[in-house]
């Protein structure tokens, strides 16, 4: 399947800007599903989403006080998935994290929404207090955002803090595939890559005990890339 950490139009309300983007995506979202997140784009200004509502079907196990399928949860293979909408209230989001981590039995666990909780330009405060805890007390292996315009891959960080390997903390993740370039790039202590400018994808593929990870650009050519091996039962 495909993921879209949020901002997947320009204006969430324009019809037309959905409909390019079905139109020059057909060939992969024909084959298999898109499962996003929304972006602040999506919900432009905010007059609400209904578009992306109409347009995708997604599942409707969310928290409550949260519009139905913004946030949904999923599990595919071996792994959990927490799909989360960042651009609505960030605290009505926090039991319902808490509770799907704690009851999942899932061996790998990834969280996807659009605003990074770790970045030089703009960090969001909200999420490190209310969501990075649970993310270290129930060992998400990765989270993965949008929003700011570069790439960053981190090293596996436990409350804010680099840690010295990835069963002990997790990774974050900044990917973006607009034009876009930051001239000055202020280094981030935690950071294993940061790219000012580019468009790129990943590709992740769990084979049992093992993850890898790799971005590409947009002539295919391999920018980042690493491996997680769990360990233990």
């Known amino acids: ?14 019809r037309d800007d959905w409909d390019r983007f079905f ?24 007059l609400g989403a209904k578009m992306y509502y109409d347009l995708f079907s997604l599942p409707p196990n969310g928290p409550t006080g949260v519009d139905t399928e913004s946030t949904y949860s999923f599990q595919y293979g071996n792994a959990l998935f927490l799909m989360i909408d960042a651009t609505s209230d960030v605290d ?35 999420i490190q207090a209310a969501w990075v805890p649970l993310f270290d007390r129930y ?19 436990r409350g804010g803090e680099v840690v010295g390997s990835f069963e002990e ?13 930051h001239d000055q790039m202020t280094p981030e202590p935690y950071a294993v890559k940061q790219y ?25 050519v391999v920018r980042d890339t690493f491996t997680i091996r769990k360990k233990g039962p």
Do not use: C
């Not at 060992?139 to 960080?157: E, F, L, Q």
């Not at 903390?169 to 370039?181: F, L, M, N, Q």
């Open 23 to 46: 139109q020059h995506s057909r060939g992969a979202f024909a084959r298999k599903p898109l499962m996003p997140v929304p972006g602040n784009h999506d919900r432009q200004d905010g």
């Open 196 to 220: 000012p400018d580019g468009y790129y994808y990943q590709h992740m593929e769990i084979d049992g005990d093992l993850l890898t990870y790799t971005t590409y650009d947009e002539e295919g």
């Open 169 to 181: 903390g997790t990774v974050y993740t900044i990917s973006i595939s607009i034009p876009a370039k």
């Open 139 to 157: 060992h998400v292996d990765m989270v993965m955002g949008g929003h700011i315009h570069y790439y960053m891959r981190s090293k596996p960080m």
């Open 1 to 14: 399947f495909y993921s879209i950490a949020g901002d997947i139009v320009t204006t969430g309300l324009n």
């Open 92 to 126: 009505a989001h926090t039991p319902w994290i808490e509770e799907t981590l704690k009851s999942s039995t899932a061996r790998w666990k990834f969280a996807m929404f659009h605003f990074p909780p770790y970045n030089y330009e703009d960090p969001y405060p909200e």
